[in-house]
């Protein structure tokens, strides 16, 4: 067993009210270093749920389980592509999904890295994207969920650790 | 003067192209570049000719970096390649396992072209 897993039993770590500020951090930073763009915090109307065709999962294994996910339009999804890349123009759509999955886990990477306890005793998988008109993500698992929405170019970007107990 | 010829490894062909662009903003100058997406490939491709520079993905499905580096060190005309890491793992015992194995060292993603510059141009200027 990976040591990171084997170590962690006896540390499980439980969010606490500094996450999501972290997380917020966490995607701003990677938004800021890779595709040179600030994002803004959107204050999200109580009821309002995640939306958007694209979502990029990664999931997180050791002292926390969960999966964290980034959920955003196909616009938005292509337009941070072509960020990334530098392209100037029509992004390539066989690259879409993979730079939302490479964005979800530098965010990934980037938030559990801010939590001492978390760093050395977490593990990601490799991520996951998923496309489509009209699904919903449904987190089987009971536990807690920390969700930070972000603006983008008047578009919407969703973030949402959601933590198995 | 002899360009190196580096091999990039990651899973993410964005990230690949990405890490590219920022050697080559950095200023650095590159030979030939050869991409592979895991550790498997990246074996092939290592086989097929030398390289003066390696930087690695850890966490790729099929073969992941620390068992790649593993199996590189196995080679005899790579043993002393310099590979960097470069992930998105804060995860200090699989960096620490990277090293220990022979890693020269690595580079946390998100990264900007200069840290990417202040990790791989010690290593090209050694070659030199």
Not at chain 2, 7 to 27: C, F, H, N, T, W
Request: charged share 20%; glycine share 8%; with cysteine.
């Amino acid at each position: 067993m990976n040591p990171a897993l084997a170590s962690n039993i006896q540390t499980q770590v439980r969010p606490d009210a500094t996450w999501a500020t972290l997380l917020d951090c966490a995607t701003k930073e990677v938004f800021q270093i890779m595709l040179q763009t600030d994002l803004t915090t959107v204050s999200v109307p109580e009821g309002d749920v995640a939306t958007g065709d694209t979502t990029a999962m990664v999931g997180l294994a050791g002292a926390l389980c969960g999966v964290l996910s980034i959920r955003c339009s196909s616009r938005t999804a292509e337009s941070i592509a072509g960020r990334m890349l530098g392209s100037v123009g029509a992004v390539d759509p066989s690259e879409v999904p993979d730079a939302i999955a490479e964005i979800c886990n530098m965010v990934a990477g980037n938030f559990k890295a801010k939590i001492t306890r978390l760093a050395d005793h977490c593990l990601l998988s490799v991520p996951t994207v998923i496309r489509g008109e009209d699904y919903e993500m449904v987190t089987i698992a009971d536990g807690e969920q920390i969700v930070v929405c972000l603006g983008h170019e008047g578009e919407r970007i969703w973030v949402c650790l959601a933590v198995h107990s | 003067m002899k360009t190196p010829r580096v091999l990039i490894v990651d899973d993410s062909s964005v990230m690949r192209k990405i890490i590219e662009r920022s050697l080559r903003q950095a200023g650095l100058e590159l030979g030939e570049v050869v991409q592979a997406g895991n550790g498997a490939e990246a074996l092939i491709a290592v086989q097929e000719g030398a390289f003066d520079l390696i930087l690695s993905d850890i966490n790729m499905p099929l073969m992941d970096g620390i068992e790649f580096l593993r199996q590189l060190r196995a080679i005899d005309s790579a043993k002393s390649t310099p590979v960097v890491m470069v992930t998105t793992e804060g995860s200090e015992s699989r960096v620490v396992e990277a090293l220990t194995i022979g890693a020269k060292g690595y580079i946390r993603k998100p990264f900007t072209p200069e840290q990417i510059k202040e990790r791989v141009s010690p290593l090209l200027e050694v070659m030199r």
